[in-house]
Each structure stands twice: as structure tokens, then as C-alpha cells.
């Protein structure tokens, strides 16, 4: 649930600016260009958010932690049989 927030209220903005924008643009010779600038400007905004935000939810490379570093916080959080007797 946590995820379905973000991902439907951001895609439901720009998906209002991409739909939307186009209609308030004002008559004139460069009303099509201006048009397709807002359509492109939408998709690639949320092309760039979802590819960010998907790639938050399963990082490739975790932090890297020293040995030392881990036995110590375990130490300290009280589950130090487990991994100083290891």
C-alpha cells in the first residue's frame, strides 16, 4: 500500500499536465509545437520519476558494512550470541 500512493498520485499529475496542458495552450502559428513541448515534457518527466522511483524499491549494489562495524551494532542491540560466537 505504501507503494500505490506515489505511484498513482504522481502518475495521475502528470498525466493531468500531459492531457490537460495541451487544452489551455492559446490559438496561434506555433499552438501544435507548443502542444507536443507539453505532451514530451510530461512523458519524459515521468519516465525519469518511475525509472527513480522502481529503482529505489530494489537497489543492485546495498551498503557495505565492515565486519567489525556489524558485530558491534549487533553487540549493542542485544543479538550478540548469534554473530560474536559465529
Known sequence: MGILIPLVSVSAF???IGFGGPWIVPKGPNR???QLMIIMTAVCC???WIMVFL???NPLIGPQINVKTIRWISE???DAPNV???
Open 76 to 78: 549493542k542491540w542485544g
Open 46 to 48: 515521468w519516465m525519469f
Open 32 to 34: 501544435g509545437i507548443i
Open 55 to 57: 529503482h529505489q524499491l
Open 14 to 16: 502528470w498525466a493531468i
Open 84 to 86: 560474536i560466537n559465529n
